[in-house]
């Protein structure tokens, strides 16, 4: 392992100082509990002290001692963002400061740096938003160029309104629900302008798909599955609050025309050439969402594309279900995503959800929603058709969402303990 020599003037409280910038800028922005630990551990080890981490949901605690001291402390983090840039570049300034030991300030000024980096513009953040609520409406079968229009419109008006809240609000489900709200009453006014029902229900649903948690899911599924529960418990339940700010603003927004989610029809098949191509776009979008770099941009599209086609075959061709299909194709994706995320130092979840996004189950997830609604609003006059169709959806939405989780979660688990091992043993780790 290459360890830097501590300074003689580095005391504990400067190196506790650097030790604790580093894990909540880590730790906020959507690296893994496990990677964003080990990292700290090792730039300790540098620094000739010896750390430990505690996260909590709120907090983030570091302790360190060495022959000539001990510190700790315990400052206020919550892992409510995901910028994959931000992770990367930190992870890149500790990997070469372990590498090449030098003074700590140089680092320490470039970390405030990377700190401060602006997000996406809002350009940039509107039109992709838009780009890829329009390719999930092709994927689940918009077929005419207006449904495209008006979802891409919803979702980049969506945008816009989250970037306005973000500006004078910091609650983390604010935004959502406004986007959802506003995605809703658009897929209202659609009804009253009398276009079809199946164009209502892809001009709603589309733009709240782009706006599902999906990497706070699957570092909350990590924590759990890793014995971390308290951790695991609150990411989970912070990505289902989300949902469920989703899902109320949806059914709000629909509520102003009076209408609901309409049952889906089968959607018409998709070619294969415009169902992979609208899994790139969609990639990119999510990709553009955690603020990726450009320069690895097209990796997650090369993957999701991929993955994509193979659930595509699945699904077409060799009669798998929509659960078995999505399992399969995120196995496959998480096995690729795995070595991936460690060459680039890119958050795993955030690279893993973004290659599979034009997967997830949000049509049925805001179906099984609406049909609840109407289930309570019915009374004791329970329509059978409608307990049935929403039970279905539920379902569908569970086992598909659970294929995605495990899918991905399987290969982190088990190709990823190879990287620890080896990363351990050689002093490096993404």
């Not at 599902?212 to 990590?222: A, C, M």
């Not at 776009?281 to 086609?309: C, E, K, N, Q």
């Not at 599979?356 to 179906?367: D, K, T």
Request: include cysteine; proline fraction near 6%.
């Amino acid at each position: 392992m290459a360890a830097a020599a501590r300074s003689p003037d580095l005391d504990p409280a400067r190196a506790l100082d650097l030790l604790v910038t580093v894990a909540t800028l880590l730790f906020a922005n959507g690296q893994t509990t496990e990677r964003t630990t080990e990292c700290v551990e090792r730039l300790a080890t540098a620094l000739g002290f010896s750390a430990r981490v505690l996260l909590r949901w709120d907090e983030v605690t570091v302790a360190i001692e060495n022959g000539g001291g001990a510190a700790s402390t315990t400052v206020e983090a919550r892992p409510v963002g995901i910028e994959m840039g931000k992770v990367a570049a930190a992870t890149a300034l500790i990997d070469d400061f372990c590498d090449h030991p030098s003074a700590p300030e140089p680092l320490r000024s470039a970390l405030a740096q990377v700190q401060a980096h602006p997000p996406v513009s809002l350009i940039r953040f509107a039109s992709f938003a838009a780009i890829g609520a329009a390719a999930l409406g092709i994927i689940f079968g918009a077929a005419h160029l207006a449904s495209l229009i008006v979802i891409a419109v919803s979702a980049g008006l969506g945008a816009c309104l989250r970037r306005w809240i973000a500006g004078w609000s910091h609650n983390p489900f604010a935004q959502p629900l406004a986007a959802a709200l506003l995605a809703g009453a658009i897929g209202a006014l659609v009804v009253d302008l009398q276009f079809s029902s199946s164009l209502q229900r892809l001009v709603a649903v589309c733009p709240c798909m782009v706006l599902v948690p999906g990497p706070h899911v699957l570092n909350g599924t990590i924590d759990l599955a890793r014995g971390r529960l308290a951790l695991g418990i609150c990411r989970v339940v912070y990505a289902s609050l989300i949902i469920f700010a989703i899902c109320i603003g949806l059914l709000a927004g629909l509520s102003f025309g009076g209408t609901n989610l309409p049952a889906s029809a089968p959607s018409p098949p998709v070619p294969l050439i415009y169902d992979v191509i609208a899994a790139g776009a969609a990639v990119a979008a999510y990709g553009t969402f955690f603020s990726m770099p450009w320069r690895m941009l097209s990796v997650p599209i090369l993957i999701g594309m991929f993955a994509h086609g193979v659930h595509w075959a699945l699904l077409a061709k060799a009669g798998v279900g929509l659960a078995g299909g999505a399992f399969i194709a995120c196995l496959i994706v998480g096995a690729i995503t795995t070595p991936v995320a460690e060459r680039l130092r890119l958050p795993y979840a955030g690279l893993a959800f973004a290659s599979v996004v034009s997967l997830i189950p949000g049509a049925f997830l805001f179906r099984m929603a609406d049909g609840l609604l109407e289930l309570v609003a019915s009374g004791g006059d329970v329509s059978p058709s409608l307990l049935q169709a929403t039970l279905a959806d539920g379902i569908n939405a569970f086992l598909i969402t659970l294929a995605i989780t495990l899918g991905l979660i399987l290969p982190k688990m088990l190709i990823g303990y190879r990287f620890d091992k080896r990363f351990t043993g050689s002093g490096r780790s993404a």
